[in-house]
């Protein structure tokens, strides 16, 4: 059952995106921040509290109701299967996003290419080449692809019901709204509040990734450059973790870019300040307009892979 909800739910997300699916989470958004305003006292205690208060509704809720209509009719539990994995998985969503920088650098249009960037991922971008655009957009795929796809599958297969992917998506919103910045010398006392405050949400997500994100870096690599992908891995993933706050977004970085064989990270221009200075992960070719699609098809790949382990495990698991 769960191998024919993840497929409705793909091909349902493919044939037309969920354009509420942004009002649901701005609506946790919302409740994310009341409650912050309510217990960010800036202990991590407080925010260990809040961080229960947050989750539990909405992952009790859509193990309640999937439990409720499974055991009224199979048919009506795998309804509501679909209807929560078309209202997490995004592919088409940031694929779209994508598809427009790749059409605006092949055409030379810079400053549309910087436009669709800053509306996909945010920030001030008016001071990209066209090659750290690129490098920038396939950066975001690989973490979008994963929290909103491979992270999303892992978690609806591992635990009963939707539960999981309900869990893993209101976290993923939750670290990210309760965190600020903290490194350099001018960090407010709001900042450090928050930062406490956040920790065990953070703390949460770190561990709900463990397994999953070097699940898809295994299979980045498999689908990809199998030797280049690993090397890469072992060699730089620490290296950016370090200057990530030790999260796990460098393994994913390191491995999808020796998989594609492309240069990710390396300096950015800021409009005020310093450059941004990070660390440097992939060999061989630097990013551009022509690699956007072999980005995009290494996903395809890896999807692909999950999809037939994914039913390999479900014929295991009906199998006299």
Request: aromatic letters at 10%.
């Amino acid at each position: 059952m769960s191998f024919i909800a993840i497929l409705a739910a793909l091909g349902l997300e493919q044939w037309r995106a969920f354009h509420w699916r942004g009002a649901v989470e701005r609506l946790f958004v919302r409740y994310a921040r009341l409650l912050e305003r309510k217990f960010n006292g800036g202990t991590a205690r407080q925010g260990a509290i809040a961080a229960v208060v947050a989750l539990a509704p909405p992952v009790l809720l859509a193990a309640a109701v999937f439990w409720i209509l499974d055991a009224l009719q199979p048919l009506l539990g795998l309804v509501w299967d679909i209807a929560v994995l078309y209202l997490l998985m995004g592919f088409r969503r940031f694929g779209h996003a994508f598809t427009e920088i790749a059409r605006a650098l092949k055409a030379g249009d810079i400053g549309q290419s910087r436009r669709a960037l800053a509306a996909w991922r945010g920030g001030v971008t008016a001071e990209l080449s066209s090659q750290e655009v690129a490098t920038l957009a396939i950066e975001r795929g690989f973490i979008d692809a994963y929290r909103q796809v491979f992270a999303t599958l892992f978690w609806f297969t591992v635990l009963p019901g939707p539960a999981g992917a309900v869990l893993h998506r209101a976290a993923t919103l939750l670290a990210d709204q309760w965190q600020a910045d903290t490194r350099g010398a001018d960090v407010t006392p709001i900042a450090t509040a928050l930062s406490e405050f956040g920790r065990p949400a953070r703390r949460l997500l770190w561990l709900l990734d463990w397994i999953p994100v070097r699940l898809t870096a295994l299979s980045f690599a498999i689908v990809g450059d199998f030797e280049d992908a690993i090397f890469c891995w072992r060699t730089q993933a620490k290296e950016w973790a370090a200057q990530d706050g030790g999260l796990h977004a460098g393994i994913l970085l390191a491995s999808g870019a020796g998989a594609l064989g492309v240069i990710l990270g390396g300096t950015l221009p800021v409009v005020v300040g310093e450059p941004e200075y990070r660390c440097v992960l992939g060999l061989g070719d630097e990013a551009g307009a022509d690699l956007l699609p072999s980005a995009v098809a290494l996903g395809w790949r890896t999807l692909i892979l999950w999809l037939l382990l994914i039913l390999l495990l479900t014929l295991a698991y009906v199998a006299p």
